[in-house]
């Protein structure tokens, strides 16, 4: 089971989540000031997300660790939920990885 990206609308600005198989949100994106730029942030994500590279791998001010999916010119593209430990945010990275190629969206605009 793969899994799919939900785009929303939250008042004037648009966002997105990225699904497991499983339905749990693995990456949720920026807000953006457009539905076109938005769509434009899942291109993003289809292509930076298998490369290991694009992933910054941070802790939050309460040692929780998380990451960001950033593009190649730097730009966070999307954030993780934060984690008890730095095994579970690998594990999520691996998520993102595996399931950031789909082209399954649901519009929910």
Excluded: C, H, W
Excluded at 45 to 68: E, T
């Amino acid at each position: 089971m793969s899994g799919d990206y939900i785009l929303k609308r939250s008042g004037d600005q648009y966002m997105f989540n990225l699904r497991a198989g499983n339905y749990q949100v693995i990456l949720t994106s920026q807000r953006y000031s457009s539905k076109a730029a938005a769509e434009n942030g899942i291109a993003s994500v289809q292509k930076n997300s298998a490369d290991d590279a694009r992933f910054q791998r941070l802790k939050a001010k309460d040692n929780s660790d998380y990451f960001n999916l950033t593009a190649g010119n730097g730009e966070v593209i999307g954030r993780s939920e934060m984690y008890t430990s730095s095994a579970a945010r690998d594990k999520g990275i691996e998520s993102v990885k595996n399931n950031g190629p789909t082209t399954k969206v649901q519009d929910q605009t």
